[in-house]
């Protein structure tokens, strides 16, 4: 990746409190122009590394670069970064423009740029009209707008969104995921967004962080993340996956090894990085990647009987016993011919190696 | 309107539970004040006061500057104590305010515990540190710094103001004190994210959302130091004097209750226009409805 292209560098990061590890050995690259997000539980130490790069949190250990400066010495009124607050933490006794235009006063700008460059961060979150209402006088979408054009007025090298959308009810969550995506897309601007909604993670970012107990896990596209997690934590924190403890019993072709899981379960999948041929791994098998087929089908897969099924609306889950024993449980379209399927019916359960990935850790 | 509790026959609006809290003002509040401007009216000789009503007392407070002047010196006493309590209670207050865990009930306790004694006691404690043979005096003498007693620290407006600060400034800085403790401290670090400095944070965060409190406060200690009897008499010898002095004088030695009352209506006008006017300008409604609008 060429230096230009990186907004923020965070190298080596490590917080901590005591004897606890808030961040620990955090490496990691954030470009110019992306939305990037930090997924993790709470306590993972996603929103600590967000107030390191905004400067409310001092790391104590690593560096931290914004725009190839190391700004570990400036206070936040010094950086090139604003955030988004939780709670948004919109000035009560201002005006929606007050409230706006409050960074640029700071700076001491020009009041006439300033009240024009107001107008327009209104007009871009679709607040024209509002500039003048006191900001308990707003809906909680209307709350959101004005701290996002509290934020973008001042340009900032990176926007920081601190779970921003975390108290909304759903609809409106949604409503303003896909503002965010707007106004990210729009402006181009760098975006770092903590979360611990995998999904609102999923459809907003480019690359997402995983993070737990103050380490980082994996880095990726959603796709990555999702298709090959990098480790157990992240298999079990994105989406819901059958997890098979298994043994290697060898290598195949294309990338792929055999193993060995419970009751003599054959599986072939994705091999573990580092070339280990032997040992236990975690065979992950998503749970939609796992084909559910009436018992009268072709001789594919192998033979299992419906345990549980449950009704979710757009899709069927269904958890079934292999003939060997073994737990396995799947997703499906609620449609033919999977929705005839009922408990205690025999099936036959599918599935690609390509969707199965083996994890040594 | 819903009824609250359906099947529950109202009684009618019960107005007459009321009457405790209107019959307390009456009788504690209004009927006091009501006595004291009839009394204003009447007329005083050497004799003593009759009821009556004429203008006598007033046409006195009018004509002869020396009931004037000293309205003018004690709202003005009263206006730089509120001022000095103000420049002392705010780094108070905000001290208390920004203190965590255990300690801080440490600091309340000891702000507040000196204030669990009488104002009176709390007084007379100057004396023996200003007086003549006092601790500063006793100190300055030790240190090699002066020969002789310093005259001045006792017996004038100056320990007043000393007195006058240290027995009100609790009113001060509980309600700042409440005032910042209600900032929301992400406001505070919104601020600094958005560009301002420790000090612009505090003049455009800080002190407005505090206002109201500094304002409560203020009108407390003016009040209580425009009307003050105590501090004056027993720090401020004659020329530290203030109206509350005068005042008391006229009813206890000089039998002349109409003036007193006179004096008393006159500043409590004086002080009720002051609160109006200076209401205007200010936000007063903030500080009697809790900073809503």
Known sequence: ?361 | MPRPFPGVRPIGKPFWLMLPGVAWLLVFGLAPVAFMVAVSFWRSSIFGTTPDFVFDSYARIIEEPLYLDLIVKTLRMAALTTLLSLLVSYPLAWFLATRRGAWKAVWLVAVFVPFWISYVVRTFVWLPILGRNGLINQSLMALGITDAPVEWLLYNEGAVYVGLVYVYTLFMTLPIYLALGRIDPKLLEAAADLGARPWQTFRHVVLPLSWPGVLSGCIMVFLLAVSAYVTPRLLGGTSGIMLGNMIASQFLSNNNWAMGAALSVTLVGIVGALLLVTGRWIGIAEVFTGGKK
């Open chain 1, 1 to 361: 990746m060429a230096a230009e292209a990186v907004a923020v560098s965070i190298r080596k990061v490590g917080k901590r409190f005591g004897n606890v590890a808030a961040l620990d050995d955090v490496s990691l690259d954030i470009r110019r122009g992306e939305f990037f997000s930090l997924l993790g539980p709470s306590g993972c130490g996603k929103t600590t590394l967000l107030r390191s790069i905004g400067g409310f949190e001092a790391p104590t250990e690593g560096d931290i670069l914004i725009e190839g400066r190391s700004v570990l010495h400036l206070a936040p009124y010094e950086r090139p970064t604003n955030m988004i607050f939780q709670h948004l933490a919109l000035f009560p006794h201002l005006g929606v423009r007050e409230n706006v235009g409050f960074g640029l006063r700071m700076k001491g700008a020009d009041r006439a740029a300033s009240a024009r460059r107001v107008e327009e961060a209104l007009r871009l979150v679709r607040l024209e009209d509002y500039g003048e209402r006191r900001v308990d006088q707003l809906s909680g979408g209307q709350r959101q707008r004005v701290a996002m054009a509290r934020a973008l007025v001042n340009d900032p090298a990176v926007l920081l969104l601190d779970e921003p959308l975390g108290a909304l009810d759903l609809q409106l969550r949604l409503q303003m995921q896909e503002e965010l995506r707007r106004l990210q897309r729009q402006l181009g601007a760098t975006f770092v967004f903590v979360t611990h909604d995998q999904g609102e993670a999923m459809a907003m970012s480019d690359r997402i962080a995983v993070m737990n107990a103050g380490r980082l896990q994996q880095v990726g596209t959603p796709a990555e993340i999702y298709e090959r997690p990098a480790n157990r934590f992240v298999a079990t924190f994105v989406g819901h996956a059958n997890m098979i403890e298994a043994r290697l019993t060898g290598r195949a072709a294309e990338g792929l090894a055999e193993a060995e899981g419970p009751a003599g379960l054959r599986l072939r999948g994705i091999a573990p990085p580092h070339g280990a041929t032997d040992g236990g791994v975690l065979a992950v098998l998503r749970y939609e990647k796992l084909r559910i087929l009436p018992h009268g089908a072709d001789g594919e897969g192998i033979g299992a009987t419906v345990v549980e099924k449950t009704y979710m609306g757009s899709s069927l889950r269904f958890a079934c016993r292999t003939g060997a024993g073994a737990t396995m449980t799947a997703d499906t379209p609620n449609a033919m011919p999977q929705r005839d399927i009922g408990e205690g019916d025999m099936v036959r359960l599918a599935w690609s190696p390509e969707d199965v990935v083996l994890l040594t850790d």
